[in-house]
């Protein structure tokens, strides 16, 4: 018997393959610093943790299939900063924002159904897509644009009689990229224009180091009931390990469809509930803190690397991750090289080779990607040892 | 813009629909025995429960894709008194039984592939197959026959070219029967022979009341590469809210595959794998009262309603719930009569119309599924209620 053609074309995670190369770094007596998982190191917010001690509870139940309607209270409350109106009907709460992006695919595609997404992209979509036999066709952006779409006709170009959404993620993960007011009306427009959904990753909403105003496609009321927003507080309140995402739709046939495939898995995590409601109930000054954080770590590292000879990245505008070209590297040999050959007292660093993000064959292959997930003076050495490995690198090619 | 034809075509939960009568039913004053759901009132073990507050970490971070070692490790274990030897690299943790569906059908079939699922089945398996593009051909069973197989060929004859797998629940939800070794047998044969995959979703092993030996398709080395098991704590441990599931495969195509799917989900929730870890630590005693407890509740509603004219079931052999024939009512029709129109001292109760559970039309139309999840005299009312109304009802006819 052979297992599924979805299952072969599905690929593994560029993120996570290479790990066997930094156990076997460690098991040689090396540091690694990982930046190459959005794992951030940021702690879980204590009155949040607090929050699991005090579950009294004598039965773990089921939740409603959407989340506890406090919670989605909470959410709707939370948008009211961004001039966002959200009820918690619209709401639905998730098992991490990766099944909020299952289940809007799910919404609007069917099996040979596309979606647009922009390359480089967050890997796991695709995954996603082949695991509901939906195509992805690219828009391939360059680093010498900053990862940003640059005319409307790029985007209508790749739309098709089987295209059914664009896909967005802003800030961009794994750009660093936030997409300006032109960009986000230019998918406005197609999206009306050509009948399409607009699902909007807004997971790293508040990650930004630009002085312009966020801009959502639910800021255009036109487009409205096109819009499916997916978002977590994984990276946000720093709690990956929860599995709370949630989706936004002002489209009541889209709501009722995610609730029926909410219902066939029962449930999201119960008690993780109540902590992203006491998440939900921070105040402003909690991001300013964490921003400002992730502000200090991008800068060490860009400021370590700049001037580099052969080296291009952009200033990332957002989310907490950098693209990083190194000209002439191949990168996966690069990544390896650096985990098995390469080290500075002892210190090595992981990084996730980035043709993994690009959909394009042969796109990609000199970079990759960096997480700031570690503190600045740790950001600061890995862009040394990345620099001298490069360096050394180099003299072997 | 239109929703998907897979969203349209996806069932609402037989189980939950009919809620807002039972809402409006509490708003008047009346008290509902809840017996539509599976969400037992047992305490979640305090054990386990007592983790939770033990719980010390600042990052409530990922897990590994497939789960914790450690949890892995305790499952292998557990499997011991099965007399199954799995190792720890067979087992892929989950979040909820439900996502251990998922992915073993997304595993073993493409879009236009179907599998062959013995009716009355429990109704998610129909939306998650619906979810990745895949028919559910049906096995019809009988009240009369305890909803057993009677013949190998009554399967074998359901099998066409596009058949991937044979679908059993073991014990089943929602008949409460446990397949007899000839049966197992007949199932094992068939894969063989017509080269399927065998899913046996065995969330309820320890939920049985005959003394006859649990067989698992797993106990045939023949076919070991071609069974996948799905399980989950959510009813053993009840713990439903914590959406912690599993799957065994001894075939490394499929746990390849599910490790990609598995990897695209990033992980199952982290706090409650220490939670599954602990209850998989918990001896034999605790299952041997809450089986007994579950013994006591069914024979205190089986004992209240049987005798009645024009009442048929069987004496389920295991998990926790009854299919119950009522002769002649319209099945949705009575249990949103129960919930309007009828009470004893207030009380009423919320039954599951059973015809949600078939797949072919017009099957089921008579008959409701109860769960054992109250205490053996609010079972034993649940009875007395069914009774007397569906005396009340008849009348009206």
Redesign the interface.
């Known amino acids: ?1 052979e ?6 074309n ?4 560029p993120i ?1 393959k290479l790990y066997p190369y930094a156990e076997k770094a460690e098991q040689n007596g090396k540091t690694v610093l990982y930046v190459n998982i959005g ?6 917010p204590p009155e949040a ?1 607090g929050m ?2 005090n ?1 009294d509870k ?6 409603p ?1 959407t989340g506890y309607y406090s919670l989605r209270n909470k959410i709707s409350n939370y948008f009211d900063k961004y001039r966002i109106d959200i009820n918690a009907e619209e709401i639905a709460v998730t ?2 924002g ?2 909020a992006v ?1 289940f809007s695919l ?8 596309n979606i647009l997404v922009a390359e480089p992209f967050y890997a ?1 979509y695709k ?2 897509a082949q ?3 939906i195509d992805i066709k690219s828009i391939t952006t360059r680093i010498e644009d900053g990862f940003h779409f640059t005319s409307k006709s790029q985007i209508e170009e790749k739309i098709d009689e089987r295209t ?1 959404a664009i896909l967005i993620c802003n800030p961009s993960n794994p750009t660093g990229t936030v997409y300006s007011h032109n960009e986000i009306e230019w998918i406005v427009e197609l999206a009306k224009e050509k ?3 607009i699902i909007s990753d807004e997971v790293y909403r508040e990650f930004r180091y630009t002085e312009r105003d966020f801009v959502s496609p639910l800021h255009y009321r036109e487009v409205e ?2 819009v499916i927003v997916t978002d977590s507080i994984s990276k946000r309140f ?6 709370i995402g949630f989706l936004i739709s002002k489209n009541s ?2 709501i009722e ?5 909410a ?10 509930q109540f ?1 992203a409601e006491t998440e939900f109930g921070l105040s402003d000054e909690y991001f300013k803190d964490i921003v400002n954080e992730y502000r200090l770590r991008k800068n060490a590292f860009i400021e370590e690397l700049s001037g580099t000879d052969g080296v291009v990245f952009p200033d990332p505008e957002g989310a907490f991750y950098i693209i990083v070209k190194f000209t002439g590297v191949e990168s996966e040999d690069f990544a390896k090289f650096l985990l098995q050959d390469f080290s500075i007292n002892d210190v090595t660093v992981m990084v996730a080779p980035a043709k993994g993000f690009y959909n394009s064959k042969g796109l990609g292959e000199d970079e990759v990607r960096v997480a700031f997930v570690l503190t600045s003076s740790k950001m600061k050495l890995a862009a040394k040892i990345l620099r001298e490995g490069y360096f050394a690198y180099r003299k072997m090619m």
């Open positions: 018997m297992i599924s053609e979805r299952a072969k599905t690929q593994s995670s996570r794992q951030p190191d940021i702690a879980t943790m699991l001690k579950f004598e039965v773990l139940a089921y939740s299939s098992t991490g990766s099944e299952l799910a919404a609007v595609c069917d099996p040979g159904d796991n995954s996603i695991m509901l036999g059914r009948d399409l959904f009931d096109r720093s709690s990956c390990g929860a599995r046939d889209v469809a995610i609730t029926k495939f219902m066939a898995r029962l449930s999201p995590p119960s008690l993780e902590l």
